[in-house]
């Protein structure tokens, strides 16, 4: 990751210097006091022209680029991104710095002494322009640290920028803006910001809904529907014979008119009712299976460190089962075999969920109880981890690993 960072306002206090000294000024220079605490420049702080702004950087300019220091942590915080393997530039637009004169030069080598002083470790500093929006283009800079309002705005319209707030930025806020108040306030954010490109996927049936002998499972429910219809089915055949009809219309959608998955069904234990009937029972049944009610509170806590998605095989009629169970809302991402036409462990689905989240193989954690599917996902460079709703540790110790 590439983290921009700013000087004045992000590793300087400018806002309080500002109105510390600005005050001083204008009051032994005009006799006037702060008109506007939330100004950007002493201009608008305290309601002065350009020639009194340029008078006050001509006496102070100096004393505040050599003796204001760096923020709290700031040094420590930068060394802990570097540690973990962050490529850190300084970009900033510190006036004269961007001149090709002696003045320039002057203020350049100012800035470079004031880094090393502070200890603040970088890369490579670049003196841009005032706006920062093609600097961070070219860098490829992922992560830009920016108090200046024009460029928190435009550069948030490319990749995410931690505002470091101040009165003057208070109203900046949207999509890909992280306002933040310290420096560790920055690392957690950047953490934050870091997380929210690694997904963890659940498996619905055997993670989060119960297949587990002994309680209220899929199977139960199975047999017990089938045996609604025709009482004389031999329990201990019907849930394979049941799978062995739908595994190919996992993708069904229900058609009551003309469905050929219930026909197959029907035929194949010669059931007494029609599709309605039979689909009525089914989800009255079906919704008496247990499920792991820790593994979704867990997945829903997992939603301010990561992005958390479904990816199940299901048929139509199972989703406002699962939407009860697990809040579908909650999710950033569902991917049902119902809706894509498609199932696991087929590779076309895998290959779905990466086009439509846009995160590297390498980022992704798939949770589920089938060594088949684990398998398929495992070719594709995902991390996985084969466990049931049971083994919520063993879930939490894997997606720990990944965050």
């Known amino acids: ?217 899929t199977d139960k429910a199975i047999i017990n529907l089938i045996k609604h219809f025709n009482s004389k089915e031999d329990e201990n055949t019907i849930v394979e014979r049941y799978y062995a009809q739908s595994v190919e219309d996992i993708t069904y959608n229900i058609n009551l008119e003309e469905d050929k998955w219930f026909e197959k069904i029907k035929q194949e234990f010669n059931l007494k009712c029609n599709s309605e009937e039979f689909y009525d029972y089914y989800i009255n049944e079906f919704d008496k299976i247990e499920y792991y009610k820790n593994v979704v509170e867990y997945a829903h806590s997992l939603k301010n460190k990561c992005k958390i998605a479904i990816l199940s095989n299901l048929g139509s009629l199972d989703k406002q089962r699962l939407d009860k169970q697990v809040d579908l809302k909650q999710f950033d991402y569902v991917w049902l075999s119902c809706e894509l036409n498609t199932r696991k462990p087929k590779d076309k689905i895998y290959e779905i969920v990466e086009n439509d989240c846009k995160i590297e193989p390498n980022n992704i954690l798939f949770i589920d109880d089938s060594k088949e599917n684990i398998e398929m996902a495992k070719s594709r460079g995902w991390n996985t981890c084969l466990a049931t709703g049971h083994e919520l540790n063993r879930i939490k110790e894997k997606i720990n690993e990944l965050i």
């Not at 060394?79 to 090709?100: F, M, Q, W």
């Not at 961070?136 to 920016?146: P, Y």
């Open 1 to 217: 990751m590439k983290i921009g960072i700013d000087i004045d306002g992000v590793l300087t206090d400018i806002e309080q210097w500002q109105l510390d000294y600005g005050s001083k000024f204008v009051f032994e220079q005009y006799h006037k006091g702060i008109i506007n605490s939330k100004g950007y420049d002493i201009e608008e702080i305290f309601n002065v022209d350009e020639k009194a702004e340029d008078e006050f950087w001509e006496k102070y300019l100096y004393e505040y680029a050599k003796n204001e220091p760096a923020r709290k942590f700031a040094s420590e915080v930068i060394n802990k991104l570097k540690d973990e393997g962050k490529e850190i530039y300084i970009i900033t637009a510190r006036y004269l710095t961007d001149r090709d004169t002696a003045e320039g030069q002057r203020m350049r080598e100012i800035v470079k002494k004031w880094l090393k002083e502070n200890k603040i470790y970088y890369d490579k500093i670049i003196f841009s322009p005032e706006d920062k929006v093609e600097i961070c283009q070219k860098n490829n800079i992922d992560v830009m640290i920016e108090d200046k309002v024009e460029n928190i705005n435009n550069i948030s319209k490319n990749i995410p920028v931690i505002c470091f707030n101040a009165r003057y930025n208070k109203e900046c806020n949207g999509k890909n803006i992280y306002r933040c108040y310290s420096w560790y306030d920055v690392y957690n954010k950047i953490k934050y910001i870091e997380n929210r490109n690694k997904i963890v996927i659940f498996d619905w049936g055997g993670v989060i809904e119960s297949h587990k002998k002994g309680e209220y499972s």
